[in-house]
């Protein structure tokens, strides 16, 4: 700094000597005035310089000497000296002066101190240039002042903390990269001697050096930065205190004023304990306070500071510091979001730098993964994936449970970032196996989860399993034989779901190239109206495979434009699909698709996105003839045993079993890839082979495959033929039903191998022997019904003589009598399993035929029908086990329902016996019930059943398992929704709207639940109830919408209903009630749900004929048959009353439905009492974990034999329950609760017939008939039925087999039938001669 020329004043008042003493200079220096020139006194002071440097403190004498020369160096003259070169040796020689006149200095005056040190403090900016040519003497300053410790004069000052201040803001502006350490050095040890010899930092000297760590400050100098760094840890101890006295000023008392530096208090905090954590000791339970301020903007810059000290890499604060680690994981609940959006990113640094912290981490992950904030939930997913892609240890199992969870999000932003997640942890650690064996189990499920979303109902949810397939699980850019052994063993160790959901994403994609080809097709056809119309909902079809199908529709309409103008773009397009094209020229066709529809103009191209959807669904990326060469020939070394099976967890049984099953899909969706005698060659090997399920998948691929055999390759022809007769034959069923239509599929002359087949079968019919009859028959029905013409007669008589006469109608084995309603298939007897397959060969015989004039149809209908009156016991002969009954019905009524199929059959079913195939949906086993729905469910998705079968599953509201109603209404909502989107995208459908509209099943809803056995008094509120609730299980599905005022028109169709007659029953009075009463409850319901059902109906409803007759002229039905007071109780949902035990709404177990209570005939002499006693040990079991189970074919009944257990009155204790009253113990009750869906029971509470109901019998007499079965007819008035007798009608309402509700778990009692004492009395007055089951309702 320069300054004006000053005039030198005589060194008096100087403090030392006199104004007189003389300044004596070194020898030969010359004066130093103001009269000479700057160079000359430059020249003089280097030499003075020169002599206070080789002096030293002991120099007594020369210090005396020169003690005049010191005090006048100190003059304005030198202090204010315009030349920066003079400046700078007064300054050396000053610096030496306190170093030889340690530790007193030669100055007195507590000014004049303050202005050298200044001056010097000055002169330290020369340090900056390390280039000057003075800079040795700069750093000779520095180094000197920083060895003798000169500034600590300055705290005799009252004002030394100005020139503390000065002197560390002209370091820390100074210092940078072209200093070395030494000059560092000086630095640091002159500013913390400063620091650790003083009383004290002042705020202002703290700031000085705080200052330069601020971000901003950082980044513009590096080195000041480091400085201030080294200089903290060197001083922590004494600084700290000053440190903690700002931060408590700024963050606990808001005192900002403090300091400039209080806005950047969090980043000051996050330095210094970077730094040192201990400079923070005092300052972290200050956090503490601001990490519970009510200001959320305040706890989030908290948040974010904590982070940064939490989740670096060497911090041990949560550990040191447990109040305030727990304090902060208090912010993963935060109320303000952005909050909890930073908790939850700091997470991931966390998992990453400190594995230790995961177990307190994964409970609030654990909350914040089902947050209400999108954001949030997704955030979770990137933390824990981003840890698991770092290292997989990071995370633990639960963790990735929450990314498994959000798979399912309702968010598809989140759904997607969880799915693709897991996929490339599996990429990463299974199929690349960086981790090793044990990280690669520990995601092994991330395979068969991911598959599993391919059952969602988001077509964004299925294209993104699609991708995730073809670029993780299996890379469709590794090469062939790489790809297929990923293919093989991904698909052996796939679960049962897994496999499903795989072979069904084939089946879509194969499905979409098939319309993408009919639409190529439809383009070489000559334009017309009916093409066009084609060609509209063909590209309806297509769009809805894509995403966002409202904005596809669009996109595939200009597709279809351009496809029309471009015939080298179809001809691409036709490659693509055809079966021939191979796996790289799919490749290299959407490639140059995708060229020829870019637009460079246009980088977003949503057009170009959506084609590239379609033609990644559609293009063969993985499978083509190199592919299945190079499957068949892994699935041989399996064979052989030189495959790695047992190194990818695999067995070779499982391994050959699975890609034979894998082989198999594929040769429904690429059949001509097979096309090869190296492939058939294996798979005649396979067909050689000891494995039932193997050589079975073998021939269904011959079947599907096999078409150019005959032609092609006759050796294999010549080979493959006997193997089929021999299967057809002795194999077991499956592997003769595929060997007849693999027979029939690729063989021209198949007439002759089929009769070759069915003639030595059809004679050697030995019914003695059933376990060697069920394949020839089955061989023999599939043959009947592929080539009727052939054998439809020949069949006849096999059918009347050995089939109905000789199998079905003789019981020549006894069952086992072990109360069971269900047994495995494996203890199913053999005349059984034979007695189901004759049941099968009569329904395929039938389907062949076609033809429903013959007496055949009627008298199988008839054997049928009587199959499910006599429950499953045809002869009557009580032989049959229970659990062989169920099998039998449960075939009985699924034949109906096949024969439904077919239209001329559907023609000729009765009423009658429509209703008896009905009831089976409310059997007693639970097996039965499940089966049966999912074949009702199949078929009418299919649109394969007519709709008056969709109003069985009304009768499922009184089925007593949750699961099963649930299942019900799933099915009722799949089959309306397919109805109208069929009726939408089919626009000539409206011609057969009585067929296809969901409305028009009211009609034969209500028919059915008229003819229900268990509605027998048209009065009683109960069974009204039990109607209402039946009604409302399909009208609350039906009026989700009301489109086209549907309300309105259901709401007509049962008034319509009151002007017909019952044309089953035209002229029976009661039946006729019946019906109307059903018609007005239902009136109710629809009138008490839905204010739009008095509009308008659009048309006026047709009734079919077959139900009902035509309304009669001037017949007017105004009557209400429900009274106002029964219509308050059914809307008002007055509870029921509930037998003991019945009022426990529990979920159930997987296997648990509730056993039945059957009353009949003991065995003569037998005392037994039909009530059991509930085991303590298995009394209210809640369902278990696993409730998916339920819906598996999970048999409850044969894990739970009955046991019939004599009771002794008197001593059957009290049975505790929850939620019992009191008043639904008396035996009235039982009766008014029949027929009801009851609560889902404690385990076994249905084999208990009530105590009451017990002391009751014992002292009045004989109890009430049983009541009829479910499945039976209901009883003529001729027969003594029971409206003759009040007592009789009471015990009778219920008049079928109801279903099970809940059952023993394993090792409790068992669900099954106690059988009742036989009463004499009672027997006489019995007229039907058929068996009755007590249905009582708990």
């Known amino acids: 700094m320069d300054f004006p020329p000053v005039q030198p004043k005589p060194p008096s008042g100087l403090g030392l000597g006199s104004s007189d003493a003389k300044i004596a200079y070194p020898p030969g220096v010359k004066e130093i005035t103001d009269k000479i020139t700057n160079d000359e006194v430059v020249k003089r002071l280097k030499m003075v310089v020169k002599t206070f440097m080789d002096m030293d403190q002991d120099s007594e004498d020369e210090k005396q000497q020169y003690l005049p020369l010191a005090l006048h160096l100190a003059s304005e003259f030198f202090l204010r000296n315009p030349n920066k070169d003079v400046r700078l040796l007064v300054a050396c020689c000053l610096a030496d002066i306190f170093r030889i006149y340690a530790p007193e200095a030669p100055y007195t005056s507590h000014d004049k101190l303050k202005d050298i040190f200044l001056f010097i403090t000055r002169q330290l900016k020369g340090l900056e240039d390390t280039k000057s040519p003075q800079f040795n003497r700069y750093f000779y300053l520095l180094e000197n002042l920083a060895w003798v410790k000169s500034y600590n004069i300055c705290f005799e000052l009252e004002d030394c903390n100005e020139i503390f201040i000065q002197l560390f803001r002209t370091l820390f502006s100074v210092i940078n990269n072209s200093h070395n350490k030494k000059v560092q050095m000086h630095m640091l040890d002159l500013m913390s001697s400063i620091i650790m010899e003083g009383d004290g930092v002042t705020q202002e000297l703290l700031d000085s050096i705080l200052i330069n760590l601020i971000p901003a400050h950082k980044n513009l100098n590096k080195q000041a930065f480091d400085l201030a760094k080294v200089l903290l840890k060197r001083t922590v101890q004494i600084i700290e205190a000053s440190i903690a006295n700002f931060f408590n000023q700024v963050l606990v008392l808001g005192r900002s ?30 956090l503490e306070f601001k990490l519970k301020s009510n200001d959320g903007e305040e706890r989030l810059a908290v948040v974010r500071l904590l982070a940064k000290l939490f989740g670096s890499k060497d911090s041990d604060l949560a550990t040191q510091n447990r109040p305030l680690w727990q304090c902060f994981l208090g912010r993963f609940n935060d109320i303000h979001v952005p909050v909890r959006l930073e908790s939850v990113k700091f997470a991931s640094h966390c998992l990453m730098n400190h594995p230790d912290l995961a ?92 598959l599993h979303i391919y059952y969602q109902n988001s077509i964004d949810d299925k294209l993104l399993v699609e991708k995730i397939f073809a670029q993780y699980l299996v890379p469709h850019n590794l090469e062939t034989e790489e790809r297929m052994k990923c293919l093989y063993y991904l698909y052996a160790s796939l679960d049962p779901n897994a496999v499903k959901a795989l072979n069904e994403m084939w089946k879509c994609q194969n499905l979409l190239r098939s319309h993408v080809r009919e639409l190529l097709d439809l383009h070489k056809q000559p334009a017309s109206e009916a093409n066009s119309s084609a060609m509209f909902g063909k590209l309806m079809t297509i769009a809805k495979n894509l995403p966002d199908p409202g904005k596809a529709q669009d996109f595939v309409k200009k597709f279809n434009q351009v496809l029309g103008d471009d015939e080298k773009l179809r001809s691409q397009l036709e490659l693509l699909i055809s079966p021939t094209c191979s796996c790289k020229q799919a490749d290299v066709c959407v490639r140059e698709i995708a060229r020829k529809l870019a637009n460079p103009k246009q980088p977003t191209n949503p057009f170009l996105e959506m084609v590239k959807f379609l033609l990644e669904r559609i293009a063969p990326v993985h499978i083509d003839s190199e592919a299945i060469s190079a499957l068949v020939k892994l699935m041989n070394k399996s064979i052989e045993g030189t495959a790695d099976d047992e190194e990818e967890g695999v067995s070779p049984d499982t391994a050959i079993r699975a890609g034979l099953e894998l082989l198999k899909v594929l040769s429904f969706t690429h059949p001509t890839s097979f096309h090869s ?47 089929l007769h021999q299967k057809a034959k002795r194999g077991t069923p499956h592997q003769a039903k595929q060997a007849v239509h693999c027979i029939h599929a690729i063989f021209t002359n198949k007439e002759v191998q089929l009769a070759q087949i069915f003639e030595p079968l059809s004679r050697s019919l030995n019914a003695d022997v059933p376990e060697q009859l069920i394949t020839p028959l089955v061989s023999l029905g599939h043959i009947s019904m592929l080539a009727p013409d052939q054998f439809a007669s020949p069949m006849k008589s096999v059918v009347a003589n050995f089939i109905v006469k000789d199998l079905l109608m003789n019981d020549r084995s006894t069952g086992e009598k072990n109360g069971k309603l269900w047994s495995p298939d494996e203890e199913v007897s053999p005349e059984v399993l034979a007695k189901v397959q004759a049941i099968k060969l009569l329904v395929r015989w039938l389907l062949g035929m076609k033809n429903n004039q013959s007496k055949s149809a009627n008298s199988t209908l008839r054997l049928l029908s009587a199959m499910l009156v006599s429950e499953g016991d045809l002869t009557e002969q009580k032989r049959i086990s229970k659990s062989d009954m169920s099998r039998l ?64 599953f009304a009768l499922c509201a009184k089925d007593p398992v949750k699961e099963r109603r649930a299942h019900a209404r799933q099915c009722l909502l799949k089959n309306i929704s397919i109805r109208r989107e069929y009726i939408k995208q089919n626009p000539m459908a409206t011609e057969k709207l009585l067929s296809l509209l969901p409305e028009y099943v009211v009609p034969y809803m209500i028919h059915l639940l008229a003819h229900d056995p268990d509605f027998t008094k048209p009065q009683d509120v109960d069974q009204l109830r039990d109607i209402k609730e039946c009604l409302w299980f399909m009208l609350e599905v039906l009026m989700t919408k009301n489109e086209n005022n549907s309300h309105a028109f259901m709401k007509k169709m049962a008034e319509n209903i009151k002007l017909t007659r019952d044309a089953q029953s035209p002229d029976e009075p009661k039946t006729n009630e019946k019906l109307y009463t059903v018609c007005d409850v ?170 009451a109901e017990e002391k009751k019998t014992d002292e009045t007499g004989p109890p009430v008939p049983p009541k009829a079965r479910r499945g039976r007819r209901p009883k003529s008035e001729s027969q003594g039925s029971a409206t003759k007798n009040d007592e009789a009608n009471k015990a009778a309402g219920r008049g079928r087999k109801r279903a099970a509700g809940g059952q023993e778990s394993p090792g409790g009692l068992e669900a099954g039938s106690a059988k009742a004492p036989k009463l004499q009395d009672l027997a006489k007055k019995a007229a039907p001669a058929e068996r009755q089951i007590d249905l009582q309702r708990l």
């Not at 429509?914 to 086993?925: G, K, M, R, T, Y």
């Not at 048999?1195 to 505790?1216: A, D, F, H, L």
């Open 677 to 723: 005698a190296e492939t058939y060659e294996s798979l005649l090997q396979c067909l050689r082979m000891e494995d039932d399920k193997v050589a079975e998948a073998a021939i269904q691929i011959f079947r599907n495959t096999g078409h150019k055999i005959e032609t092609d390759l006759p050796q294999i022809r010549s080979t493959l033929i006997p193997i």
């Open 257 to 286: 004023s403090v300091s400039d530096l209080s806005e950047h208090v969090f980043d000051l905090i996050q330095e210094l304990f970077a730094i040192d954590p201990h400079l923070l000791l005092s300052v972290m339970p200050q």
């Open 889 to 952: 019905r449960l075939a009985a009524g699924s034949a109906i329902m096949k024969l439904a199929q077919e239209p001329c059959y559907h023609e000729i079913i009765t009423p009658e016996q429509f209703q008896l195939c009905a009831l089976v949906i409310n059997d007693e086993c639970y097996q039965v019930r499940q089966i049966f729905a999912q074949k009702l469910h199949k078929a009418l998705v299919k649109l394969l059943l007519p709709l008056e079968y969709m109003a069985i």
């Open 1082 to 1251: 239902a009136l109710c319901v629809i009138n008490s749900k839905s204010a739009l059902c008095n509009a308008d109906s659009p048309k006026d409803p047709v009734l079919p004929t077959k139900f009902f007759t035509q309304p009669e002229k001037d017949f007017c039905n105004d009557r209400s048959y429900i009274s106002e007071e029964t219509r308050v109780l059914l809307l008002t949902g007055k509870p029921k009353p509930a037998g003991v035990l019945g009022a426990v709404n529990k979920p159930l177990s997987a296997t648990g439905r509730k056993p039945y209570v059957r009353s009949t005939g003991t065995e003569p002499g037998s005392n037994a009492n039909a009530n059991s006693e509930l085991n303590p040990s298995t009394g209210n079991r809640s369902r278990e974990p696993n409730s998916e189970t339920s819906e598996t074919g999970v048999s409850e009944n044969e894990e739970n034999p009955v046991r019939i257990i004599s009771v002794i009155p008197g001593k059957v204790e009290p049975v505790k329950n929850k939620e019992i009253n009191s008043d639904q113990a008396t035996p009235g009750n039982l009766s008014a609760d029949r027929g009801k869906k009851r609560p889902a029971t404690a385990s076994g509470a249905e084999n208990i017939q009530q105590k």
């Open 359 to 450: 177990k307190d981490l994964t409970e609030y992950l654990k909350v914040r993964s089902h947050d209400p904030e999108e954001a949030i939930r997704h955030d979770v997913i990137v933390t824990i994936i981003t840890a698991g892609k770092r290292d997989l240890s990071l995370v633990n199992d639960q963790l990735l449970g929450f990314v498994r969870e959000r798979t399912l999000d309702k968010r598809w932003r989140v759904r997607k970032e969880a799915m693709m997640g897991l996929a490339q942890l599996y990429k990463k650690y299974c199929l690349h196996a960086e981790a090793g064996r044990e990280a690669a189990e520990k995601v092994s499920w991330i395979k068969d989860k991911l």
